[in-house]
C-alpha cells in the first residue's frame, strides 16, 4: 500500500518541506507516502473564487491513483485520536488499496472533491494553513504506523 497527498499549492516554505521530508522518510518502510502539489486556481481581484475552486478540483481529480481510498482533509470531517487514526490505518491496510489524503485551497474543496472523497478526516476545529497541514498530516500517518509496529515514537 502507498499514500498520496495531494495538495493545492506549491513552494512550501522551508521549514515545511523539511518537516514534512523528515516524516515520509521515516514512514517509508510502513506507507511510503508521496507528495502531489497541484497549481492553485487564480485569485484576485475581478476573478470568481468558483472558478479557481473548480480549476483547482479537476487537477485533484486527475491527480489521484486509479482505485485508492481517497481521505478529503476537512474541518467538518472525523477527528481522530492517535490511537483511534492507527486503528483507522490498519482498517485501510486490510482493504489492500492505494490512499489518497486530500488538501484543498484557501475556500476549501471544490463539490466533485467532496463526492469523490470516500472519507473526511479533520485535524480538529482549528483553522490551519494548508501548508502546514501537509506536515501535520505526515507525522501523524507516521504515529500512527508506528503505534502499529510497537514503536516508541509514540508516549501517551
Known sequence: MKARLIAV???APDWVATGYAEYAKRLSHWLPLELHEVTPGRRGKGLDPARAMADEGARVLAALP???LVVAMDGRGKAYSSEALAE???AWRHQGRDLAFLIGGPEGHAPE???AADERWSLGPL???HMLV???VAEQLYRAAS???NHPYHRA
Open 9 to 11: 499549492g506549491e513552494r
Open 147 to 149: 503505534l502499529l509496529a
Open 127 to 129: 483553522t490551519l494553513p
Open 134 to 136: 501537509r506536515l501535520l
Open 88 to 90: 483507522r490505518l490498519e
Open 113 to 115: 472533491i467532496e463526492q
Open 66 to 68: 486509479k482505485g485508492a
